[in-house]
């Protein structure tokens, strides 16, 4: 089993180090997986779709990723008080799955 590192920010190639060390492949190999789930979740999460239809993805264990729709709206500026239009805007909201939640 691979050595869980302790750092505070993790990037893709420790990941990939990860991956390597638990699957007991090479990091070329651990890399090309990376990249295919990534091309995965772009190419799913950014599909055309109805209003009311959202793509979603969800990982056992790990948790939902969601788009989502933000309205257009106004937001008043406190120290002149100028209202402010915000664009309408679509954004991804992530939910933990209960288990990722108790272990953290």
């Keep these: 089993m691979a050595k869980v590192p302790t750092k505070v920010k993790f990037y893709t190639s420790d990941v990939i180090n ?12 651990a890399k090309a997986f990376m990249e295919a789930f990534i091309q995965f979740f772009y190419k799913n999460m950014s599909k055309p779709y109805h209003k009311k239809n959202y793509p979603s993805l969800q ?3 790990f948790g939902t990723f969601k ?11 406190l120290p002149d008080g100028s209202v402010v ?12 799955a209960s288990k990722l939640s108790d272990a953290v």
């Design 18 to 29: 990860f991956v390597a060390d638990e699957m007991g492949v090479s990091k070329k190999e």
């Design 59 to 61: 990982l056992k264990d």
């Design 67 to 77: 788009i989502h729709f933000k309205a257009a709206r106004k937001n008043f500026k």
């Design 85 to 96: 239009n915000l664009p309408a805007k679509t954004i991804i909201k992530f939910k933990p």
